[in-house]
């Protein structure tokens, strides 16, 4: 049995020895306990897809059972926090989107964890790249058309996102300004019921993540472009914003991450990140991000520390811009 598992299974009776062990030799004693992995938001959306598939190859891989525990609520605040709080023993994981750690310490008054210091970067595990999608009934069906329409009816055309101060609100204020157009914003509990809505034409427009590719497969929504800095594997035919000459919006594009509570022994999160990016790196699990709009996407854990701490400056400063707050 690999000796990550051996050390899983034996830490919680043999803490004090089990990460010598883990590099030395085998740890005959076995714990029933899982290995939690908390995820940000609810089941079903791209986060918590990719969180259960890595949960079922680590269950493969290891003999070890891996559970994704769903945990919504606060853009993710109360999930990160139960993970920061955990004991650093291996058995409690965290899968994020990235805004959770790099974008609500600055538009909520307080969070209840240190994004840096409360947690310890496993692995990228995917990219994420807005669309750029409205309702049939604005009228438009390429991008300038789109934008000629906004431009032409200012403050009329009204878009939803997952909340104020969420990434599709920055995103969107970013987008306004541009491509110099004015719109209303409409903020939801999620990016779920502001989707729903858009499908029954009650808003026009938004900012969509991989939930909206069945749909404007479908017909149901009109697409107009992607955030970047890539086209989505699912949709290449969508030009990025910067293609279509709208610069400006890296600020917007993101991510997701595994991570662990800060402390967890280096051999832990080394091992683990060996075994997450050969899970990523399979054909079957690159084509399974894909198909939900994502790009697939892997990382050491120093690249992961890196990418959180940039976005936690670059997000940082658009914040202060567009003087975005968290409900």
């Known amino acids: 049995?690999?000796?990550?598992?051996?050390?899983?299974?034996?830490?919680?009776?043999?803490?004090?020895?089990?990460?010598?062990?883990?590099?030395?030799?085998?740890?005959?004693?076995?714990?029933?306990?899982?290995?939690?992995?908390?995820?940000?938001?609810?089941?079903?959306?791209?986060?918590?897809?990719?969180?259960?598939?890595?949960?079922?190859?680590?269950?493969?891989e290891l003999g070890q059972s891996f559970i994704v525990e769903n945990r919504p609520g606060a853009n993710g605040n109360l999930a990160a926090e139960a993970v920061a709080r955990a004991l650093p023993d291996g058995h409690t994981l965290l899968l994020t989107g990235g805004s959770t750690l790099n974008l609500n310490p600055h538009v909520y008054a307080s969070v209840p964890f240190d994004p840096i210091k409360g947690f310890t970067p496993i692995a990228l595990t995917a990219r994420t790249n807005f669309i750029l999608v409205a309702h049939p009934k604005v009228g438009a069906n390429t991008?300038?058309?789109?934008?000629?329409?906004?431009?032409?009816?200012?403050?009329?055309?009204?878009?939803?996102?997952?909340?104020?101060?969420?990434?599709?609100?920055?995103?969107?204020?970013?987008?306004?300004?541009?491509?110099?157009?004015?719109?209303?914003?409409?903020?939801?509990?999620?990016?779920?019921?502001?989707?729903?809505?858009?499908?029954?034409?009650?808003?026009?427009?938004?900012?969509?993540?991989?939930?909206?590719?069945?749909?404007?497969?479908?017909?149901?929504?009109?697409?107009?472009?992607?955030?970047?800095?890539?086209?989505?594997?699912?949709?290449?035919?969508?030009p990025t914003l910067a293609e279509v000459g709208v610069t400006g919006m890296e600020a917007a594009s993101g991510w997701h991450g595994l991570f662990a509570p800060a402390g967890t022994d280096l051999a832990i999160t080394q091992k683990l990140n060996a075994l997450v990016v050969k899970i990523l790196q399979t054909d079957a699990m690159k084509t399974r991000v894909a198909a939900l709009g994502a790009e697939p996407a892997w990382s050491t854990r120093e690249e992961l520390a890196r990418q959180l701490a940039n976005d936690l400056d670059r997000l940082g400063r658009v914040v202060k811009r567009v003087n975005a707050r968290a409900d």
């Open 143 to 238: 991008y300038a058309e789109f934008v000629a329409i906004a431009k032409s009816k200012p403050n009329q055309l009204n878009y939803g996102s997952a909340g104020n101060g969420s990434l599709i609100h920055i995103a969107t204020e970013l987008f306004n300004s541009a491509a110099g157009v004015a719109t209303q914003h409409v903020p939801y509990k999620g990016i779920g019921p502001a989707l729903t809505d858009l499908l029954a034409g009650q808003i026009d427009f938004m900012f969509d993540s991989a939930t909206a590719v069945a749909h404007i497969k479908a017909g149901k929504l009109r697409a107009f472009a992607v955030v970047g800095p890539n086209r989505l594997p699912a949709l290449p035919h969508l």
């Open 1 to 60: 049995m690999d000796r990550l598992v051996d050390c899983l299974l034996a830490i919680a009776l043999h803490a004090s020895t089990c990460f010598a062990v883990l590099v030395a030799g085998n740890v005959s004693a076995q714990s029933s306990r899982p290995v939690k992995i908390i995820v940000t938001v609810s089941a079903g959306g791209s986060i918590d897809t990719i969180a259960r598939a890595i949960a079922e190859e680590l269950t493969r």
